[in-house]
């Protein structure tokens, strides 16, 4: 079970150039802002990837707005894990639960949650916050990831798990976000 102690969310290459050619853009968006808002609610600490900026583009407006003061770690690896900036500021944390969102599916987000297993994290891919082009090569890496031990987990489900009761101001907003 995730714990909101223990958890950091790592949102991959969710660019400019890049996100507007995902399979159900728009709901990714909307999941991935979900999971982020319901982060910031509980606590739970932000690391913001990109895969070549130059090439393609900025985090989009709808998931960097919400993210104010967080620089994202540039990296030219598929696999954040073999980034020493990523690795070093993930490390800092002293957390060892990860929650992936971002794209896509069967790459960064694949070798990514794959890397963070094999260095000890406990690692649950947000299925509803990651997409790649084609659906295809999104259940090929969830499939993946899922046969090399990776929990899938979803927006709702991650959420509520870190949450853990149904009371308080934490679960009003909560229940606001996700509705």
């Known amino acids: 079970m995730l714990d ?11 660019q400019e ?6 399979h159900a853009r728009e709901i990714l ?22 895969q070549y900026p130059k090439g393609l583009g900025p985090t989009i407006d709808e998931v960097k707005e919400l993210l104010p003061g967080i620089r994202p ?21 002293s957390r060892k639960q990860v929650l992936v969102a971002g794209i896509e599916a069967h790459i960064c987000v694949y070798q990514t949650a794959v890397g963070l297993q094999d260095l000890g994290y406990e690692v649950q891919v947000v299925a509803d916050a990651v997409s790649s082009r084609a659906l295809g090569n999104k259940e090929i890496g969830l499939r993946k990831m899922e046969r090399y031990g990776v929990d899938i987990t979803s927006v709702e489900t991650a959420l509520f798990e870190l949450l ?15 509705k």
């Open 164 to 178: 853990r009761a149904a009371r308080g101001e934490e679960f009003k907003e909560i229940l606001s976000i996700i």
């Open 17 to 22: 150039k890049l996100a507007r050619t995902m």
């Open 73 to 93: 770690i540039v990296k030219d690896t598929f696999n954040c894990c073999d980034n020493d900036e990523f690795v070093k500021m993930l490390a800092a944390f």
């Open 29 to 50: 968006f909307d999941n991935l802002q979900r999971l982020i808002k319901g982060s910031k609610v509980l606590d739970v600490p932000v690391l913001l990837v990109e």
């Open 4 to 14: 909101r102690e223990h958890t950091v969310l790592v949102v991959i290459d969710v």
